[in-house]
């Protein structure tokens, strides 16, 4: 998973990216010839990588893992998921391989626009799967209450530190 699909994916997310600072807004996207055919390599490697989670008895991790975080599963238990719902995992494999597709037709007609559509639909199958077999009881903290010294502060325009 991190070796191909988590980092092709980031090669598809990464082509195309709006940065807000102080200095103004920075718009990036693929301009070059080059640059186009790394996100389009990016983009294919995802696709191709989807054939391999689709592989019946193809376990989650080469050896076991532990939890990453609280609500995470473990790899055992991953795997023990993957196996009772080997079904939904290869659909979201195949909406995974769709959304990748969308992604090579936009980098294909160099259309920024279509490839951040595409790879918010990359971004969506990911998050669904995960929840569903990676971190299915996540827990997420509640934000810090506004007397809290360790809330972050935001003002449009500016970083937080």
Sequence with gaps: MQAEIDTSADGVWNAVETISTQAG???HQPRTPEEWVAARSAAITLVEATNLLVIDGRRV???EFPAEADGALDS???QDLVDARRPAFNGFAAALREAGSRAIAAIDAKDPVALVRAGGEIDAVCEA?????????QVIPAFPAANDPRRPI???GTSAK
Excluded: D, M, S
């Excluded at 799967?129 to 009881?137: D, E, S």
């Design 154 to 156: 935001f003002r449009a």
């Design 61 to 63: 991790g080469a050896k």
């Design 129 to 137: 799967c995960h929840l569903t077999f990676w971190y299915p009881g």
């Design 76 to 78: 055992v238990h991953i």
């Design 25 to 27: 807004i920075e718009e």
